[in-house]
């Protein structure tokens, strides 16, 4: 369809979109919220289940050299010693002396405050873990972190994952779970979350390999985010320029999306060479290398990681599929989610709710196409504004039953993103709708 379609829409719309809907709310509305942690309702559990599940697919099930683990987010303190978090895992602060708002120095120009001019103090560190307790024995308890990033699970089990299942490099481990940083400069919606879940690769390689397996991976990661469906314009890759490093990186690629507040980092790829076994090995004494007997080689394998947000995910593609057009006369917006993304495939809508036939009908052909993914039964509106709602929310198929569908068993499908109408035989449909759900 035709440009007009495309729309460049503004955060604020897409968080307002979410939370009438039910795809995200503010954490604990009810008490004023608390800042910058979101909560993910009926629709938005489904998006993000169905993004975490497309992303496992494509690098565990895909591929014959991934393992999966699911780490605890609690770890012994040391794993943060070790990871360099407890010392350097910190924003440099800077003070305004005026009006007294926090800025992170890398996001400031000069030493004036970007809000209302005044002179910034000198920057002071600070640490972004959050910080708790373990044990209730007063005194006794340890203080513990809530990690910042997955990738520390991984490493740590090292050891585990090799023997168990006798992998050899390369091959990579992934885990998806929970991530807290007690972040500063927030806003811009579930971009810059203070809870949010990565999804992390760990890809161990032999060194001299690690080159190669960068590149594969920028390449690969790049694709995936194109395999949903966001638009290639949008998306960018953007070198780390040598003093932007993280201290682990021998290099690192962003992958950036244009989001309303300019290009921002979705995930980003980086080299962390041997630098977490190694460190891992030393603080805990425990040998993390890797000994290949078919050559007689001892060597600690580089790492590989692709490191993306899920919540960056849902939201850039919330943004991409939102779509606005005007349909005699009327505005429409819907959402041209990916099929396999969209939090519900199909929507069964009597025409006439108090038909008993029709309504009766309507159940059965729900409960006859349920099963692979969430169908949902609908009447409590007239048609119109039932289709509107579905278009909305990104469902990819309207299924609707008349009068005429009790005579000769057909109902009519609406397509979300062309709205042309097919009638098609009841009994059919489970069929038809499996072949477009793919
Ligand atoms: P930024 O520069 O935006 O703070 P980062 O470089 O610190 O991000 P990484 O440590 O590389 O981020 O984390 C890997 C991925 O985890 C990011 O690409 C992003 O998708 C996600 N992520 C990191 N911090 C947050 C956050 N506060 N909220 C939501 N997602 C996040």
Known sequence: ??????????????????????????????????????????????LK????????????????????????????????????????????????????KRFRVDHVKGDKCPECGGALLSPKSFNLMFKTQLGSVEGEAQEVYLRPETA?????????????????????????????????????????????EQMELEFFVKPGEDEKWYDYWVNERLNWYVSLGIRKENLRLREHEKDELAHYAKRCHDIEYLFPMGWSELEGVANRKDFDLKQHSQISGQDLNYFDTATGERYTPYVIEPSGGVDRAVLALLLDSYRKET???????????????????????????????????????????????RVVYDDTAAIGRLYRRQDEIGTPFCVTVDVESLTDGKVTVRDRDTMAQERIEATRLKEYLSTKIV
């Open 49 to 100: 289940k169905n993004v975490k599940e497309s992303w496992w697919k494509s690098m565990v099930y895909d591929r014959d050299d991934v393992e999966g683990l699911d780490a605890a987010i609690l770890m012994n303190p040391e794993t943060w010693k070790a990871s360099g978090h407890v010392g350097s895992f910190a924003d440099m602060l800077s003070d305004c002396k005026e009006c007294k």
């Open 1 to 46: 369809m035709g440009e007009d379609r495309m729309v460049n829409v503004e955060l604020k719309e897409i968080a307002n979109l979410c939370k009438r809907r039910g795809f995200i709310f503010q954490d604990s509305e009810i008490y004023g919220g608390i800042g910058s942690v979101w909560d993910y309702g009926p629709l938005g559990v489904e």
């Open 327 to 373: 349909v005699k006369d009327r505005e429409r917006v819907f959402l041209s989610l990916n099929k396999k993304l969209a939090p519900i495939k199909a929507a069964v809508l009597p025409l006439l709710k108090n038909n008993p036939g029709i309504v009766e009908m309507a159940h059965k052909i729900r409960e006859d196409i349920k099963g692979n993914y």
């Open 152 to 196: 520390q699970g991984i490493f740590v089990n090292f050891a585990n994952i090799l023997t168990t299942s006798r992998r050899k490099p390369p091959f990579g481990v992934a885990q998806i779970g929970k991530s807290f940083r007690n972040e500063i400069t927030t806003g811009n919606f579930t971009f810059r979350s203070r809870e949010f």
